[in-house]
């Protein structure tokens, strides 16, 4: 009897203790939710994400897949998650797209809309979607070989939801090179082919196909070019026309970890000629290169742009080259403090090519879908700006769904932080520091930050590379990022950080003299994906 009376409290003790460990459970995911699930940038469900893969755009969606394992909140199994959009903005997550198989985990890769049915694996009319991605072989890495990686393809026909492996992958064996990774596919119109571009090493490899299956080896770039402080992975290469003008240029963007501008992982890009076969640096880029002060030119100078590549198959009419990357960096990635889910894309971004004073330049901005989330606007009137000034305050906007647009004229004049705060006395300041021509970000005391020793252990910096004595800006701001694209997208700086509370007042205080703060425009953001999901 006592026996059973026992056995019934503990029973319920245990079940009271579960039913609390339950309760505990759910409020720390439900504070986590609202402390630090984006709000408009995309994030997983739950499990780890890293790079975009496989964007492309087709009958009005476009699509995003990505590095995922949807088991653990670390890096793992790697598999193709999906997600779909009609403007890039508002996501939908859709069922995992790839699998990881006996050959290996399913690494970064692009997709192709193949509309001439160039590989044949069209059926009852349907224009195949053709995945390329690497297959690492965990098994072959652990037994020390150095070839675990080669290079597969796989094909949809029913609008990028599941893909059917090929038959005869792989369709690039690895050739003894252990970095060997990352294809990205992309139709060459000048030359009527498909081209492939491959990280191998420290180097790209361009490869060439009529069919998407077999691929040949047509050259190599980058042998002490460009930065090379870490591994090349995640290339992306494609024609476009200078803004403007007919004459085309061809860009190749290489990722690199370590070595980015401010530690760790970045993106570098190059302007140069294709000729089909070979890639060449312009002469004046060559000159840009070697006189950057950044050892190299980057696409995004923050720490936490990542990977990124642009969509594939965007119409003519659109005529857009659209870019998104990874919002984190390797550093500290894996450590972050959100446990459901980890790491969030960057608002996509629609990249140009402009000749700015006998240089190449790409230049990004947010895409335009963006504005269609406006919602309530503040504008201030031309001032004078000779103290620390509030600008706003979160009775007035949300400041973690907002874009600011602002113009600062005669910027020799003097340096400007702006700072967001909030009651626990976290800090955000960002802006441009005349004495060193340098825009700078520095999260040092934005919140948490003890997870990692790279998170908070510098101010990041770009030299500002426009002369215009004028500066525009913009901030896209979320709950846990901040984008800043100077000089029209010139520079772009890109961080995350995990403030206690909410930032909810943004203040600007020139740095020496005074500033003339011309035009200052805020936007609360009505988005969140969460309530997509
Ligand atoms: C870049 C990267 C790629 C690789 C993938 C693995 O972040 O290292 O080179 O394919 O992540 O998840």
Same mark, same amino acid.
């Given at each position: 009897?006592?026996?059973?009376?026992?056995?019934?409290?503990?029973?319920?003790?245990?079940?009271?203790?579960?039913?609390?460990?339950?309760?505990?459970?759910?409020?720390?995911?439900?504070?986590?939710?609202?402390?630090?699930?984006?709000?408009?940038?995309?994030?997983?469900?739950?499990?780890?994400?890293?790079?975009?893969?496989?964007?492309?755009?087709?009958?009005?969606?476009?699509?995003?897949?990505?590095?995922?394992?949807?088991?653990?909140?670390?890096?793992?199994?790697?598999?193709?998650?999906?997600?779909?959009?009609?403007?890039?903005?508002?996501?939908?997550?859709?069922?995992?797209?790839?699998?990881?198989?006996?050959?290996?985990?399913?690494?970064?890769?692009?997709?192709?809309?193949?509309?001439?049915?160039?590989?044949?694996?069209?059926?009852?009319?349907?224009?195949?979607?053709?995945?390329?991605?690497?297959?690492?072989?965990?098994?072959?890495?652990?037994?020390?070989?150095?070839?675990?990686?080669?290079?597969?393809?796989?094909?949809?026909? *029913? @609008?990028? =939801?599941?893909?059917?492996?090929? %038959?005869? $992958? #792989?369709?690039?064996? &690895?050739? !003894?090179?252990?970095?060997?990774?990352?294809?990205?596919?992309?139709?060459?119109?000048?030359?009527?082919?498909?081209?492939?571009?491959?990280?191998?090493?420290?180097?790209?490899?361009?490869?060439?196909?009529?069919?998407?299956?077999?691929?040949?080896?047509?050259?190599?770039?980058?042998?002490?070019?460009?930065?090379?402080?870490?591994?090349?992975?995640?290339?992306?290469?494609?024609?476009?026309?200078?803004?403007?003008? *007919? @004459?085309? =240029?061809?860009?190749?963007?290489? %990722?690199? $970890? #370590?070595?980015?501008? &401010?530690? !760790?992982?970045?993106?570098?890009?190059?302007?140069?000629?294709?000729?089909?076969?070979?890639?060449?640096?312009?002469?004046?880029?060559?000159?840009?290169?070697?006189?950057?002060?950044?050892?190299?030119?980057?696409?995004?100078?923050?720490?936490?742009?990542?990977?990124?590549?642009?969509?594939?198959?965007?119409?003519?009419?659109?005529?857009?080259?659209?870019?998104?990357?990874?919002?984190?960096?390797?550093?500290?990635?894996?450590?972050?403090?959100?446990?459901?889910?980890? %790491?969030?894309?960057?608002?996509?971004?629609?990249?140009?090519?402009?000749?700015?004073?006998?240089?190449?330049?790409?230049?990004?901005?947010?895409?335009?879908?963006?504005?269609?989330?406006?919602?309530?606007?503040?504008?201030?009137?031309?001032?004078?700006?000779?103290?620390?000034?509030?600008?706003?305050?979160?009775?007035?906007?949300?400041?973690?769904?907002?874009?600011?647009?602002?113009?600062?004229?005669?910027?020799?004049?003097?340096?400007?932080?702006?700072?967001?705060?909030?009651?626990?006395?976290?800090?955000?300041?960002?802006?441009?520091?005349?004495?060193?021509?340098?825009?700078?970000?520095?999260?040092?005391?934005?919140?948490?930050?003890?997870?990692?020793?790279?998170?908070?252990?510098?101010?990041?910096?770009?030299?500002?590379?426009?002369?215009?004595?004028?500066?525009?800006?913009?901030?896209?701001?979320?709950?846990?990022?901040?984008?800043?694209?100077?000089?029209?997208?010139?520079?772009?700086?890109?961080?995350?950080?995990?403030?206690?509370?909410?930032?909810?007042?943004?203040?600007?205080?020139?740095?020496?003299?005074?500033?003339?703060?011309?035009?200052?425009?805020?936007?609360?953001?009505?988005?969140?994906?969460?309530?997509?999901?």
């Amino acid at each position: 009897m006592i026996n059973k009376i026992n056995i019934i409290l503990i029973g319920s003790l245990m079940f009271s203790l579960t039913v609390k460990g339950q309760q505990l459970f759910d409020k720390k995911n439900t504070m986590e939710e609202e402390l630090y699930r984006p709000n408009f940038h995309f994030t997983p469900k739950k499990g780890w994400m890293n790079d975009p893969n496989g964007m492309f755009f087709k009958d009005g969606y476009y699509h995003l897949y990505f590095q995922h394992y949807p088991d653990g909140n670390t890096w793992g199994p790697m598999h193709w998650g999906h997600a779909i959009s009609t403007d890039m903005i508002s996501w939908k997550e859709m069922p995992i797209a790839l699998y990881p198989d006996e050959k290996g985990y399913i690494f970064s890769g692009s997709s192709v809309v193949d509309v001439n049915n160039s590989s044949g694996f069209s059926k009852n009319g349907i224009e195949p979607i053709v995945a390329m991605f690497t297959y690492h072989d965990m098994k072959e890495e652990k037994a020390g070989k150095s070839n675990y990686q080669s290079q597969a393809i796989a094909y949809s026909l *029913d @609008e990028g =939801k599941t893909f059917i492996k090929y %038959s005869e $992958n #792989p369709v690039i064996k &690895n050739p !003894g090179i252990k970095d060997f990774r990352d294809p990205k596919i992309v139709w060459d119109p000048i030359h009527n082919q498909w081209l492939m571009v491959l990280a191998a090493g420290q180097k790209i490899m361009f490869y060439s196909s009529s069919n998407l299956k077999e691929w040949n080896l047509e050259s190599d770039f980058g042998d002490g070019i460009g930065a090379h402080g870490g591994v090349w992975e995640c290339p992306d290469l494609f024609p476009m026309a200078v803004q403007g003008t *007919d @004459e085309i =240029k061809w860009v190749l963007f290489v %990722s690199i $970890n #370590p070595g980015g501008p &401010n530690g !760790g992982s970045a993106t570098q890009y190059f302007v140069g000629d294709f000729d089909g076969t070979h890639f060449k640096l312009d002469p004046s880029f060559e000159k840009d290169l070697s006189n950057s002060e950044h050892k190299s030119i980057w696409i995004d100078y923050g720490r936490d742009n990542y990977a990124g590549v642009t969509w594939a198959n965007i119409p003519d009419t659109n005529g857009r080259k659209l870019f998104m990357g990874w919002m984190s960096n390797w550093d500290y990635s894996q450590k972050v403090p959100t446990f459901k889910w980890r %790491s969030a894309m960057t608002v996509a971004r629609s990249v140009e090519l402009r000749k700015i004073e006998n240089s190449y330049k790409l230049v990004s901005q947010p895409v335009k879908e963006l504005s269609n989330y406006r919602s309530v606007k503040y504008k201030k009137d031309a001032i004078a700006i000779k103290r620390t000034e509030k600008i706003i305050d979160s009775k007035a906007i949300d400041l973690s769904s907002t874009e600011i647009n602002f113009k600062i004229s005669d910027l020799k004049n003097s340096g400007f932080n702006f700072k967001l705060s909030n009651k626990q006395g976290d800090t955000l300041i960002f802006g441009y520091d005349n004495t060193n021509n340098n825009f700078f970000i520095d999260r040092r005391k934005s919140g948490k930050i003890d997870y990692s020793e790279n998170f908070a252990n510098r101010v990041s910096f770009a030299k500002r590379t426009s002369l215009n004595p004028n500066l525009e800006g913009k901030i896209i701001l979320d709950k846990t990022s901040i984008e800043l694209f100077f000089d029209n997208g010139e520079t772009v700086m890109t961080e995350i950080f995990f403030p206690r509370s909410p930032f909810s007042e943004l203040i600007i205080e020139p740095k020496s003299k005074e500033i003339i703060l011309d035009n200052l425009e805020l936007h609360q953001l009505n988005i969140n994906q969460t309530k997509l999901k």
